[in-house]
C-alpha cells in the first residue's frame, strides 16, 4: 500500500495545493486508466530562479502525469527487481557501493515504481521507498501485484521533508531519483543525515554536472559546449500562464562535496561509469557516441559522521 505515515501527511507535504488529498492507496481499477494528459510540448523552456515550493509542485505534478510514459520506455531496462544506477547500466549488484544490505533498514529516495527496493528486499533488506509522485507509486503497486508478491513499503513524500524519526535507516540510497529536482539539496542532505543512524551510507546518482554544459542530445549536436559549467540557473520549463512544468536545478562537482560536508557526512568516493563496450541503447542525452568522450553520471559515496 502508499502509506500514510505519521504526523500528520498536511504537514509532511507543504507543498500541496489546497483540496488535493495525498496517499491515497488506488483501487485495482486505477492501473487500467491512463494518468491525465498534459499540454507540455506546447510549454516554453528556459534558464530561470524556481525557488522550493514551485520545483516541488513542478516536480510532482510532471511526474504523476509522465510516469505511464517513463515506465513504459524505460521499464525493460530498469527491470521489475533491478537496482541499476544510471544509463550507462552499472548495477548495484556488480558495485556494492552500498556494502552489505541484508538485515538493513534502508530509504531508497526519490524510488519512482521502487525497482531497486526491491532488489533490496530480495537481498534480506527492509526497504521504504519514497517518491514524491503517486501515480509512481502506483505503478510499484502494479509491479508487485504481477508478480504476485509482498507489496514493497512506499511513502509519497517530498525528500526535502523526510517523514521519518532520527536514525531511522542504516542506508539511504537514491538513483537518479529526487536530488536533481530539489531546489534546495543543502537541506535534503541535512534530511538525509537526519534519518540516517551513526555510519550510515548515503549513495546518490545524478547527471554528471559537466552535461550541464553541453546541448542534452545524444548525436554530434551534443559534443558541444553552449553553456557555462558554472551557470546554476535551473533549467525550467513553463506553460503559458509562466507557471513551471518542469524544474531540474544544477550544482557543481565543488557545489554537492560542499553541501555532504556541510551536512555532516564523509565523502568516501565518487564514481564516473564509463559506457561500457556493446551497450547501444540511448536514454535521452545518454548515448554510446557521448558516454565514450565524457562521463554522463555522478554517484556520490558518502558516509554519515
Known sequence: MILATTPDPED????????????EAPDDSVF??????????????????AGVVESSRASRHWWDRNADEYQDEHGEFLGDARFTWCPEGLDEA???????????????????????????????A?????DI????????????QARGADPVAVVQADAAVLPF?????????SAYGAVPFSADTAALMREVHRVLRPG?????????PIRWAFPDEPGVEGLT?????????PYVEQDDEGRATYVEHHRTVGDRVRELVGAGFRLLDLIEPEWPAGLDQEWGGWSPLRGRLFPGTAIFVAERG
Open 32 to 49: 487500467d486508466a491512463p494518468a491525465a494528459d498534459g499540454d507540455e510540448d506546447d510549454d516554453e523552456a528556459l534558464r530561470r530562479d
Open 165 to 173: 524519526a532520527d536514525g531511522s535507516f542504516d542506508l539511504a540510497c
Open 200 to 208: 550510515g551510507r548515503w549513495v546518490f546518482s545524478v547527471t554528471h
Open 126 to 130: 527492509r526497504p521504504v521507498a519514497l
Open 12 to 23: 509532511l507535504d507543504p507543498f500541496r495545493e489546497e483540496g488535493e488529498t495525498p496517499f
Open 225 to 233: 559546449a553552449t553553456a557555462s559549467y558554472f551557470d546554476r540557473t
Open 133 to 144: 509522485s503517486h501515480r509512481q507509486l502506483q505503478h510499484s503497486l502494479r509491479i508487485d
Open 94 to 124: 556488480d558495485a556494492r557501493l552500498l556494502g552489505e544490505v541484508a538485515g538493513r533498514d534502508v530509504l531508497e529516495i526519490g524510488a519512482g515504481a521502487a525497482q531497486c527496493s526491491r532488489w533490496l528486499a530480495a537481498r534480506g
